[in-house]
């Protein structure tokens, strides 16, 4: 690894004080908790926890002008809880992250399984002009998460000089412009996987450790800030964020499972998305169907499989896809040769019936989320498959998911969208056709 710059909090004092921007009033309580977990799953293998540990060094430091600390450690099967008071414009800190992989090289996650929380804590009297949502604690609508800019690098090096972290900056990672601690909240949610050798094409295992005082690979370094136009809506708001490194061994494990962006029931991607479409085994009109947008709205086909449902136990290839270079932009999903299109997605409407989504008034932005769902009914014996997955050619890791009753999905974040977004793949229900339901299905959900 090579060192290109100093990764110190300097550049963040260039922001100004709090008296250069009249702002001193604007003061917020920030409680940031960060939990992490030593966590070691494995699989197709016969190794013992022991052989496999994982431990993380921390370092903190915050500088709030007329004040600053700081702090480190080791968690090694315990948690760190980080917190500060009275943030304002102006503040800034680091946090750093060296994980240590005792014995063996793996596949080394980070995620969060909490995410972020940003609390309102009600409202001051300056906050009010400024803000009208409200709550103490007011889960959910607090601004201080958008409100935080961070910068997310690969480091190494690092240490505590004078009330201060200090690293050598390998890389930044993809950091969008204007990336906040909000956005790293909701990447946390789906996690990533951290290249265990930056130098190289490609994403590399995390390397071994020889014991926990060795630190073998690169170190994960967070730099935020409180920019000094930042306004009165931040005051009393505060924020939780839990965040986990998770270890899967490399051995026996060539193409390993993301243990943050899969799961059961429906993603937050899911939750607030602009736009969905789905394919319905068997629809309300008894048929195999596609829809963008749902039955309430939406634009349908209703005979895909003319008046028959889907087969069973047949593998049937889909694309979805975002065109944001068209105008206006468009939406469209492909399904046996059958496709259905809504010919503008920032219109909030389907082709012209209300859909109750917002999609992109805005346009379609340069980065999007996309979540994967395969969805079947409890009791009916049917299995829904999505396998192959692919997002602008790119395999997902995982790239099968699979349901027996209920949602399981697959998250990706920050998806090029600069261009066509394609996502393409196979769906497979198993089971008697006859038993199939309008809950047999898959969804693709994009924001």
Request: a negative charge.
């Amino acid at each position: 690894m090579t060192q290109e710059s100093k990764l110190t909090l300097s550049r963040r004092k260039l922001l100004g004080s709090l008296s250069a921007v009249g702002l001193a009033s604007a003061g917020a309580g920030l409680g940031t908790t960060a939990y992490f977990s030593d966590e070691e799953s494995f699989t197709n293998n016969t190794f013992t926890a022991g052989e496999l540990d994982l431990a993380v060094d921390y370092f903190s430091s915050v500088d709030q002008g007329t004040t600053s600390s700081s702090t480190s450690g080791e968690l090694n099967g315990s948690t760190y809880s980080f917190e500060i008071d009275d943030v304002k414009p102006g503040d800034s800190g680091t946090l750093a992250f060296c994980p240590k992989l005792i014995d063996n090289a793996g596949w080394l996650w980070v995620g969060s399984e909490s995410g972020l929380t940003d609390f309102e804590n009600g409202l001051s009297d300056p906050e009010m002009a400024v803000d009208s949502t409200g709550g103490d604690p007011g889960e959910g609508n607090g601004e201080l998460g958008d409100a935080i800019d961070v910068t997310v690098s690969y480091c190494e090096n690092v240490s505590l000089s004078n009330g201060s972290v200090t690293a050598d900056e390998i890389r930044e990672l993809n950091n969008p412009s204007e990336y906040t601690l909000g956005d790293l909240g909701s990447d946390l949610n789906f996690g990533f996987l951290l290249d265990g050798d930056t130098g190289t094409s490609g994403i590399q295992p995390y390397p071994s450790s020889t014991g926990s005082d060795d630190q073998a690979g690169p170190c994960l370094c967070i730099e935020w800030d409180v920019p000094t136009d930042v306004g009165n809506e931040i005051q009393t708001d505060s924020i939780e964020l839990g965040v986990q490194f998770q270890v899967i061994q490399r051995r026996h494990n060539p193409d390993p499972v993301n243990p943050f962006a899969t799961g059961t029931g429906f993603s937050e991607i899911s939750f607030e998305k602009a736009l969905n479409m789905q394919a319905l085994a068997r629809g309300g009109s008894g048929r195999g169907e596609i829809q963008i947008h749902g039955d309430s709205g939406g634009v349908e086909d209703n005979a895909v499989f003319g008046s028959a449902p889907y087969p069973t136990n047949t593998d049937i290839d889909f694309t979805a896809e975002i065109d944001p270079t068209s105008s206006p932009p468009t939406a469209s999903l492909t399904v046996n040769g059958v496709t259905v299109t809504d010919d503008d997605v920032t219109d909030g409407d389907a082709n012209g019936a209300s859909t109750g989504d917002p999609e992109w008034p805005g346009g379609v932005p340069s980065l999007i989320d996309v979540a994967l769902n395969a969805n079947s009914a409890s009791g009916n014996g049917v299995t829904t498959v999505i396998k192959g997955i692919e997002i602008n050619g790119n395999p997902t890791s995982p790239a099968t998911i699979q349901s027996s009753g209920g949602a399981s999905y697959l998250g990706v974040t920050n998806v090029d969208s600069s261009g066509v977004v394609t996502i393409s793949g196979t769906m497979e229900f198993q089971g008697a056709q006859a038993d199939l339901t309008s809950q047999d299905w898959i969804g693709i959900d994009f924001r």
